[in-house]
């Protein structure tokens, strides 16, 4: 006995299209989801409701944070004198989250 696994039917080799190319598309940056918990784990220890450590301004708030956007951008961005924190980088992904904030709209929320 011989068997022969074949199947005559097209439908069987076509692939289904998806219906959602795009599944997990990317949420835009936003103060609240974002921005605010980078702030408060790496710059209002000088940036607080009171500046320390001659920091020029306070960055506690939407409004604040969104009026310094680009001194914040060039500052992270920043490798030698100048750069903000003093006590260290932040990650990749961090800095690049200020700029899609800025690119996005400065989104509070």
């Not at 609240?32 to 710059?43: G, P, Q, T």
């Not at 001659?54 to 409004?63: D, F, G, Q, V």
């Not at 980088?89 to 709209?105: H, I, N, R």
Request: aromatic residues 6%.
């Amino acid at each position: 006995m011989a068997f022969n696994c074949s199947s005559s039917s097209d439908t069987d080799t076509m692939e289904t299209p998806n219906p959602d190319p795009d599944p997990t598309p990317s949420e835009k940056v936003t103060y609240d989801a974002d921005i605010k918990s980078i702030l408060s784990s790496n710059c209002i220890s000088c940036h607080g409701s009171t500046p320390t450590q001659n920091a020029p301004m306070s960055l506690t708030t939407y409004t604040q944070t969104k009026n310094y956007i680009d001194q914040i951008i060039d500052r992270v961005n920043r490798t030698g004198s100048g750069k903000m924190p003093p006590s260290g980088q932040l990650s990749s992904q961090e800095k690049a989250a200020f700029q899609q904030w800025k690119t996005d709209g400065l989104l509070e929320n």
